[in-house]
């Protein structure tokens, strides 16, 4: 079964402050998505940014980029001046029709 | 607001009972997905249906099924309730194809479920 492995249950940092949230996956395709979606306190599904694994150029989405390391089946996201609206849980998610998800990280932003 | 809408927000139900989660799609999506949030199991896929038909199936239980119907709306029914069926159930839709891999979904508020 394909799995999506986030190590860091928690994070908290203070506002303006750099964070990034690791994740790696498992897959054996050669074509798919990745994705990291946040969910605020509301419970809300919030796509925050997306690459596609044939390109190798990093996404990036205002204050959030990724560093997506194919062979190593990597993907992690960095959050730069960090803003007390980010604190939420963060998935890293793999699919293309069916999404796996990771356990989530929940990151708190302190003022 | 994702265009996505789910209805009802919150049930409360019964062990034993049977309920209806409706899901209405983003205009022009054919493709609906249902996932479960639960504490133990986290997120997890249970079933995508395309244009009225199953496309994808997950770890859906036997007693839960799902249909989309012509207007493209869908439909979760859980029955033979159990403690461990409370979670939050998401709904999400697409435009997906049957070509190409680009899948953005949008998901709705979900239904909070909880089973007494």
């Known amino acids: 079964a394909q799995t999506v492995t986030q190590s860091q249950p928690e994070m908290s940092v203070q506002e303006a402050e750099t964070v990034t949230l690791s994740c790696t996956y498992d897959?054996?395709?050669?074509?798919?998505?990745l994705f990291w979606y946040k969910q605020p306190p509301s419970r809300q599904m919030i796509l925050v940014i997306r690459?596609?694994?044939?390109?190798?150029q990093n996404a990036t989405e205002n204050r959030f980029s990724v560093n997506f390391q194919k062979a190593a089946k990597s993907f992690s996201l960095k959050i730069s001046d960090s803003q007390l609206g980010d604190t939420a849980m963060y998935f890293c998610?793999?699919?293309?029709?069916?999404?796996?998800f990771g356990q989530g990280t929940r990151l708190t932003i302190n003022p | 607001d994702s265009g996505v809408t789910q209805t009802p927000k919150h049930l409360i139900t019964a062990t034993g009972q049977r309920v209806t989660l409706r899901c209405s799609p983003r205009s022009g999506d054919l493709s609906v997905y249902w996932y479960q949030q639960s504490l133990d199991q986290g997120l997890q896929f249970l079933i995508q249906?395309?244009?009225?038909?199953?496309?994808a199936k997950g770890n859906i239980l036997e007693r839960f099924s799902a249909q989309q119907f012509p207007d493209l709306h869908s439909e979760l029914n859980l029955s033979s309730l159990e403690l461990g069926d409370s979670a939050l159930y998401f709904c999400?839709?697409?435009?997906?194809?049957?070509?190409?891999?680009?899948?953005?979904?949008?998901f709705g508020p979900g239904t909070r479920l909880t089973v007494l």
């Open positions: 249906y395309y244009n009225g038909e199953e496309r």
């Open positions: 998610v793999k699919g293309a029709q069916k999404l796996v």
């Open positions: 690459q596609e694994a044939y390109k190798q």
């Open positions: 897959t054996s395709e050669s074509n798919y998505y």
């Open positions: 999400a839709s697409s435009p997906w194809r049957t070509s190409g891999v680009d899948n953005e979904q949008f």
